[in-house]
């Protein structure tokens, strides 16, 4: 049975239908059964009419009420899932971009400009494109996460590219709930435009972190078999480097279920080229629910990588100041997951935010302070910054009105020597929450390059 799987997944794209800029020119097709149909080329992109997206013998294409949708059964999958996909309305009539489509759809094209002329077969069977082994001792293949909550990161800026390594962006797009009844956030553009400057998406999906309802989800058999089936079908058709995985706070007798629910997540995905990450915390035996709910060693089973939440070693409620992710901290716990997790499979995740700490010891609260704001901070409290060599990090202490506030600096300096990390125990890469909290420069400082800002006390 066809199941409305993505129908307002994609609705709230911000192209619906896309309106370019450019003028369209026209191009001539050229192909079994094509020479019939319309093509435009436009703003760096082919468009066709959606049906020669069918010409691959993968997908099938319907209308709904004025909605484009492709319907495809992803291999290990056995029913055939409806995902929305975007438009264009040029001259009088509604195209895809096939540009973007193509290859998911099981078709490849050569253009010929002289002649103005889009040339398009189906992929052969067997010429299926080799994925790039992952290899942590080239730099240039490392993976390198990038949480982008908001659909934020400026594509233009290589800022996040100035880090060598393979660069993926992780935008929040809802939770499994969100996931079941369609309606996680998306954004067509972004993806397009990732794709076009080299990066690969790998949408973060969570459980709200709420105990009681993860439990639930996690004795249905019914909604996880749809959700695990949507997400492979959205996966594919739009080219998804595959997902990352925050569940968090969970009942930790809940533990092999949820290792249960990512094994049989991991199959249809890894058949379908895409990769499952899982984020964890560290090792913390007072922690049920945010530390034993997961089963490290069996994860490591079905996950290409579990991404180590390397920060809140002192956590918000602390009622005493200290370090958001110390070095000596992470040094400490690192080899305790490595003892579980091949470090190979390890993705050190690194904190672009800390934490003020006001008020007296035993008694003190705090707010977030996100690391482009720390220059700021220095300004207009003229504190001097401390160097902490076994944190690694500087402190900056003073007081306002006669209270105290204490803060561990995150900058390049500290950043730069918890990524050495990476080498003393092998780890996989690196991950960063999240895009909007850094400053512009950090990822260049963060390899040695460029100037440090902060002057050593």
């Known amino acids: 049975m066809i199941k409305k799987v993505a129908a ?17 020119v026209t191009v001539k097709l050229k192909g079994d059964g094509l020479k019939d149909f319309s093509a435009y080329e436009m703003d760096g992109s082919f468009y066709t009419a959606p049906v020669v997206l069918t010409k691959g013998n993968r997908w099938k294409v319907t209308w709904d009420s004025d909605k484009l949708y492709v319907l495809v059964t992803p291999k ?7 995902v929305e996909i975007p438009y264009t309305e040029i001259n ?8 973007y489509f193509s290859e998911p759809a099981g078709l490849t ?5 002289k002649k103005k002329e889009l040339s398009v077969q189906k992929i052969k069977s067997g010429k299926v494109r080799k994925e790039k082994k992952e290899n942590t001792m080239d730099l240039s293949r490392r993976p390198l996460v ?10 233009e800026s ?37 794709k076009d400057h080299g990066l690969s998406v790998m949408p973060l999906i ?11 989800f996690m004795r249905d058999q019914k909604r996880q078999d749809h959700v695990i089936s949507t997400m492979t079908a959205v996966g594919e058709v739009y080219g998804l480097y595959g997902y990352n995985m925050d569940f968090e706070n969970m009942d930790p007798k809940d533990r092999d279920l949820y290792t249960s629910f990512m094994g049989k997540l991991s199959r249809p995905l890894h058949e379908n080229s895409m990769k499952l990450t899982a984020d964890i915390t560290v090792y913390n035996a007072g922690s049920p629910t945010w530390s034993l709910c997961y089963d490290r060693e069996a994860l490591s089973a079905y996950c290409d990588y579990e991404i180590i939440m390397g920060y809140d070693e002192t956590p918000r409620t602390s009622k005493y100041a200290g370090s958001v992710s110390s070095y000596s901290w992470l040094d400490k716990n690192i080899p305790i997951l490595t003892a579980m997790v091949p470090p190979e499979k390890l993705i050190l995740g690194l904190p672009f935010y800390t934490r003020i700490y006001s008020g007296n010891p035993g008694y003190m609260t705090s707010k977030t302070l996100a690391m482009k704001d720390e220059d700021s901070l220095l300004r207009r409290t003229h504190a001097k910054p401390v160097w902490q060599p076994d944190a690694r990090q500087y402190t900056l202490t003073w007081r306002e009105r006669g209270i105290l506030h204490r803060v561990y600096l995150e900058e390049e300096k500290s950043l730069s020597a918890k990524v050495q990390l990476l080498s003393r125990y092998n780890l996989a890469g690196l991950a960063f ?4 909290f850094e400053t512009s420069d950090v990822y260049e400082k963060m390899e040695g390059k460029g100037e440090k800002k902060v002057a050593e006390g």
């Open 76 to 82: 290990g999958m056995t029913s055939e899932e409806r």
């Open 109 to 113: 094209y050569i253009y010929k400009d």
């Open 146 to 155: 990038l949480w982008d909550v908001n659909f934020s990161y400026p594509m």
């Open 433 to 436: 929450w999240r895009h909007g």
């Open 8 to 24: 307002a997944l994609l609705a709230m794209m911000a192209l619906w239908p896309a309106v370019s800029a450019a003028s369209p």
């Open 92 to 99: 009088g009539g509604k195209y895809v971009d096939f540009s």
């Open 158 to 194: 290589g800022g996040f590219e100035n880090l060598s390594g393979n660069h993926i962006l992780s935008p929040s797009i809802g939770s499994y709930e969100d996931m079941e009844k369609g309606t996680c956030k998306w954004n067509f553009s972004y993806l397009k435009q990732a």
């Open 206 to 216: 969570h459980n709200d972190f709420e105990v009681k309802k993860t439990a639930s």
